[in-house]
C-alpha cells in the first residue's frame, strides 16, 4: 500500500508539472495580456508606459523563461498575486476551495448514496429493476443546467422555499445547508444514474456466485445476504466510478455555481482564464486537478481495502 501512495504521489508531481506547462503555454498564447488589457482600460498610456508595465511583470522575456521563473516561485511557497482581486492569490483561491469542496462532498455522496441504494434494490428485488432504469434514464439524459433552472423556478420561484442562488451572509450551518440544497441536487440527480447501473450490474453478477447460494443455504436472511456479503464484492465497480465522477463533478460545477450565483473554483478558473490571471489560472487549474488525483487515489486505496485480490 505504501509502494502505491508513493507510486501514486510521484505521478502527481509529474502530471501537474505538465498540466502547469500546458496551461501556461495555452495562455501565453491567447490574444492580449495584462499590458494589452491594462492599455484598453487606460487609453492615456503611452507606449513607453507599456514598455516599463511589460518589463516590470516579465512580460517581455520568452514565454519558457517565464514558466520556469513561474514555476520556482510556486516551490518556494511564493504565490503572486491576483491582477482581478488585487491580492495575494491564496486569499481568493482558499474560500473557493471550501464552497466547491462543500458542494462537490455532499453531491458526491448523495449521488453516490442513492445511486448505489436504487441499483442494489433493483438487483436484490428484479420487479423493480424497470422502474430503476426508468429513474437512470430520466436522470442521465436530464441537463444539468436545465434541471438547475427547473429547481429554481420551482423550489426559490414558486414555492418559496430555499434560495435561489448566492452564499449565506450569515454564518450558521442551518443557513449554509439552505444555499447548498438547490446546487446539490442539481448535481446529484445527474450523475446518480451511473452509480445505480453499474451497482445493479456488479450486484447482479455477484448474487450469482456460488458463495451466495452457500449463504442462502445456511439460512441467512436475504438482507444480510445482500449486503453483508454481496454488495462488499459489487462495490469495486462503484467505487471506480466515483473517482471518475469526482473529476467529472470539477467541471458540472461550473455549471452550477453559474446558474446558482454560487462562489467557488469553477467560477473563478473561468474568470481568471477569461482575465489573463495567470497566477490566479495556474493554480486554481493545478488545484482542481489536485483535488480530482487525489480522490482518485483515495478510490484504489478503498478497492484494495475491500478486495485484497487487488493488493497483489
Do not use: C
Not at 434514464?137 to 435561489?164: C, D, E, K, R, Y
Not at 445505480?196 to 449463504?215: D, F, G, K, N, S
Not at 473517482?243 to 481568471?272: C, Q
Request: proline share 6%.
Amino acid at each position: 500500500m505504501l509502494r502505491l501512495v508513493a507510486s501514486r504521489f510521484l505521478q502527481m508531481a509529474a502530471t501537474l508539472l505538465a498540466v502547469s506547462a500546458l496551461v501556461w503555454l495555452v495562455m501565453g498564447l491567447m490574444p492580449g495580456d495584462p499590458a494589452d488589457l491594462a492599455m484598453m482600460a487606460d487609453p492615456a498610456l503611452t507606449a513607453a508606459d507599456i514598455e516599463r508595465l511589460r518589463a516590470a511583470h516579465g512580460l517581455d522575456r520568452p514565454l519558457h523563461e517565464r514558466y520556469l521563473a513561474w514555476l520556482a516561485s510556486v516551490l518556494r511557497g511564493e504565490f503572486g498575486f491576483s491582477r482581478l482581486y488585487a491580492v495575494a492569490v491564496e486569499r481568493v483561491l482558499w474560500p473557493a476551495l471550501r464552497s466547491t469542496l462543500a458542494l462537490l462532498g455532499a453531491s458526491l455522496a448523495l449521488a453516490a448514496g442513492l445511486g448505489t441504494a436504487l441499483g442494489v434494490l433493483a438487483a436484490a428485488r428484479p420487479r423493480w429493476a424497470p422502474a430503476v432504469d426508468t429513474v437512470a434514464i430520466l436522470a442521465q439524459s436530464m441537463p444539468g443546467f436545465w434541471l438547475g433552472i427547473l429547481l429554481v423556478i420551482l423550489f426559490a420561484v414558486t414555492l418559496g422555499w430555499l434560495p435561489a442562488g448566492g452564499s449565506p451572509e450569515a454564518p450558521g450551518i442551518l443557513e449554509a445547508l439552505r444555499f447548498l440544497a438547490l446546487p446539490v441536487a442539481t448535481l446529484s440527480i445527474v450523475n446518480l444514474a451511473a452509480y445505480a447501473r453499474h451497482a445493479m450490474a456488479a450486484t447482479q453478477a455477484v448474487l450469482r456466485e456460488p458463495y451466495i447460494r452457500t449463504a442462502r443455504m445456511k439460512g441467512l436472511p436475504e438482507r444480510a445476504v445482500v449486503w453483508r456479503h454481496a454488495f462488499p464484492n459489487a462495490a469495486v465497480p462503484v467505487l471506480t466510478v466515483a473517482a471518475l465522477d469526482a473529476g467529472a463533478l470539477v467541471s458540472g460545477a461550473l455549471i452550477a455555481e453559474t446558474i446558482f450565483a454560487r462562489p467557488g473554483m469553477g467560477k473563478l478558473i473561468y474568470d481568471a482564464v477569461m482575465g489573463n490571471d495567470y497566477n490566479l489560472a495556474l493554480l486554481a487549474l493545478l488545484l482542481a486537478s489536485a483535488v480530482t488525483m487525489l480522490a482518485t487515489l483515495a478510490a484504489d486505496i478503498a478497492q484494495r481495502l475491500i478486495d485484497p485480490r487487488l493488493r497483489g
